[in-house]
């Protein structure tokens, strides 16, 4: 009996470190699979781009965009370049590329998260200098209600009525979200200027703090924000334009909302430099940020609901895409770093709205 | 066990029915909710979404993570075990301690340290960033993360067993001469075999199912850094709930499993022993 | 004897080895964790903890966890009585029901009560219909969190309750207690343990829990935001002080729970609940393996 027993802790003894063994290699196939898309290949083989952008840019990039230039690449050079990507809230992506997430392009929602990863000195290049000052796409913030809009929402002070469920995402994680607010309170700052003369900061206020009253969720991305609205909550979500045409080309009955006032969305995209050179692939990952200012890039982009940055393509698309009346920019409100100041900061407008909706 | 008999029939079947209505709301419905919405549109469906291409990568890698961190939990759990209770040195009250402080730290917070510490401008991360070893957004992290929340079970498992059987057998085994290697496998392994495999089911189960740790430390990278659970998540963004599901009921299903036939062996073996 | 002593200078190596590993794994991650916060000594420490929106979401969470464990024990204990003391059909399937939330990833019981109970559901539209939205709002979280930490009353009450001697109840029940009064003077006092334990440990867990709150909450902060939630949004926004030192808060909270919890618990020697399966084979298996009657059981 004694003799089974030991002969059973050997098999034991055995199959356990096996285990280990076999675990261990596992661990270092991935780990190697992991660096060997870092290294420089010779011509032939195939290098690897990374690509770190914001959420709704998933569906034009993985099923039209990539393989487009893939196919292009190939011709060219004759070379397989392959991609790895990662699509999460602007603010989290931009994070995560200072902290160390070896993204050779980031294509982000809005510059203040460049900006970032420009301060962390991984971005070198003079990125605005580029095409169409470093933007790669447009949009602009809309709301998208319900189909047949029942609850007759025209514009966004009908957001801030009692009883209207409202969605945005966190200005914390998500650049869509700062996009959205800024437009609300641009629009209000636009209203008050049209009305009176000169911009009413009160007013603008008084607008935001209407319609974050009626926020039901906020959630990390501009993505899972759609998520929401689209699985039943909320009457209206303030959101990308290119998102909502997303999800009616889709096949989703919604009704695009253009409030009269809003902002110019301008999505930029920069060559991370610093992981650019440690991977070796310069000359292809230009390549593929040049290619999305190609005609037939900026087709594609337009065909998904962005509004495409290079002119005569977005005049062929023109009728897709009005123009409001009050459009304006970042700049309208003074740039970037005074709005994230302004509005986001410890003593922003936005912070102290909700500071008091939470007290009220 | 008989019904105690002061106990009436109304208060029984109150009861009773009362435990079964909490059952059903927060245990049946959600969870027979997940496994009806992953079989929905039958098994076709159900195997098409989990051999979806990034599912498939990321089940692996959920596989490979839980791999690892249960071997190194076994082995450096049943040692920490042993130290704990069969040795006294000073500051043993405090490994103790510090060993139950993963209950204690909610899963973003230990991605987040993690980050803090092996990121570039981390006190480690400096280091390894200056070798080109990649730790955070990439395995490493994503392993570090999961063994921080995985290390009390083995450990505290193992430490119970040991209390309960006691030295007597050990101590025989030192005085007629044997070392502390051959106590270990022919006497404390034997002993503690159930504890450690309890340990280790618990040790699987958790990480499978981890996800804000990883979340955090990953960087959500498709077909690099997406776990099981991160692929649930963002099949659920990309509106596709089947395929959520799908993945969702895969990981359920797998830590069942272990569970059950943890429990069928433990029968055989009683029903062995008891044939004796 | 040269080869025990190598036998034992191999033990302590390895032994060095595990302990290093611990310090490398939990106290430097830690150690990171304190020294970030102190980036700006304790005048920035309190600055941070003095955030209305982080103080909301501490409250709110701790509210959340308290709740969620009282919930915990009053039906943990309930569940944990009708198991053990009562035969009826569905008690075994009831008995490995317990343990399910183990096996589940919490975004994933998050995404289910979302599904179940949520606006898109027949049962949410009545939920809502009837004032008591479960999605986005309190009450939702607060369900989340008794998902998430079902077994943990539960499991640690089923041995005691298992030990005790129905016997006892019943005779003093014969001699003219009242049920109630056989309850709570006769069973609870031995139960008490058991039911701080549980409650002590779905609190602690209740605070930390994020997979199944962010899925579930509205994440509004003031409103619906939890701990959590609230860390890991400013990580992103680049406020890694406010992050941490409200993680700190956070982690003490817990740690504190856990000491409260090791002092209940080490008085019946039960600190995880466990498998309630398996929990049969460490208080009589044990025994049965060696074969050997010597080895003494040591009483709970």
Redesign the interface.
Known sequence: MKLA??SK?RVF?IA?LA??S???L??CG??AD?KS?DTKAPAGKTRTI?LGSY?VN?EPYEKELIPAFQKYWKQKSGEDVKF?????ASGAQAK?IV????ADVAALSLEGDIDQIVKAGLITNNWKSKQADGFVTNSIAVIAVRPGNPKNIKDWEDLAKPGIGVLYPNPKTSGGAMWDVNAIYGAGLKISEQKNGKQDPAFAKELLKGIQKNVKVMDK?G??SF?TF?KGTGDAVVTYENEVLRAIAGGAKYDLIYPKSTILIQNPIAIVDKNVEKHGNKEVVEAFVNFLYTKDAQRILGKNGFRPVDQEVAKEFSANFPIPAQLFSIDYLGGWSKVVKEIYGADGVWTKIVVELGQG | ????????KT??FT??G???L??T???????G??FA?AFAKGLPAFWRELTRPEAVHAIS?TF?IT??VT?LN???GT??AI?LVRHHFPGAAL?K??????????????G??????Y??K????VFF?AWGI???????GM??AT??VT???VV??VS??L????T??EQAATIL?A????TF??IT???I???LL?GI??TV??S?????AVL?VS??????TQT??MD??QA????NELG?YAV?AL??II??AI?FS??LI?KK??AA?NGN | MG??KI??L??RL??TI??S??FV??????G??L??SMAGGWGGFLEDLSQPVARKALQLTFEVALIGALVNGV?GL??A????????P?KGL?NA?????????????G???L??YGGGSP?GKVLEGLGLPLAYSIPGVV?AV??VT?PFTIRALQPLL?ELD?DI??AA??LGAS?WK?FWKVTFPSLLPGVLSGVTLAF??G?????AV?VVAGNIPMKTQL??VY??GE?ESYN?RG??SI?IV??AA??V???LL?LVSSKQ?L??P??G??RK??VK??V?????P?????DR
Do not use: C
């Not at chain 2, 981390?122 to 991360?125: A, C, M, R, S, T």
């Not at chain 2, 209390?163 to 006691?166: A, L, Y």
């Not at chain 2, 659920?236 to 509106?239: F, L």
């Not at chain 3, 009585?81 to 009562?86: E, G, P």
């Open positions: 027993k030991t802790k003894t356990f285990l280990f076999m675990s261990i596992a661990g991935a780990k992991n898309a990374i959420t998933k790895e990507t990662s699509f999460v995560a902290g160390g997430f070896e991305s993505r899972e998520t689209e | 066990m008989a019904t105690p008999s002061y106990q009436s208060a029984k009861m009773i009362i435990v079964f909490y059952f709301v927060f245990i049946i419905l959600p969870i909710g997940m919405g890698l490979i791999a690892i071997v076994a082995v450096f040692v920490l130290l490994l301690g510090i060993v139950d402080l993963p209950f204690a730290v909610s899963p973003v917070i230990a987040f340290m993690l980050i803090l510490l990121g570039p981390g006190l480690l991360g960033d990649k730790i955070v957004y990439a395995l490493p392993i570090l063994l921080f290390l009390p079970f505290k498992e119970l067993v209390q309960e059987i006691g007597e057998q001469g070392g502390p290697w051959r496998w022919r392994l034997p002993g075999r159930w504890g309890y089911t618990l189960a958790r499978l199912g981890e996800f804000g955090v960087g959500n990278i498709i077909n690099r099981a659970t649930i998540y659920y963004s990309d509106y959520s969702a990981l359920a830590s069942f569970l943890l429990e433990k073996k009683e022993s | 080869h025990l036998a034992h191999s033990w390895l032994a595990v302990v590993y611990i794994l939990v106290l430097l991650p830690m990171a964790l020294s970030n039906f309930l569940t009585y009708v198991l053990v003391r009562f035969e009826f569905g009831l029901l317990v343990d399910l939330p183990f096996a589940i990833p919490t975004n994933v019981s995404l289910m009560l599904a179940v049962l369900v008794i998902l079902f298992e129905p109840e019943a029940y014969i049920r056989t602690s867990r605070l930390a829990e994020f997979g962010v701990a959590a860390i890991y990580m890694a992050a941490t993680s956070l982690v817990a740690i729970l856990l000491v090791n020697r600190t995880i466990r498998f399966l398996l084979i460490f298996g044990e049965k393996e060696h074969g050997n010597v080895i003494p059981v040591q």
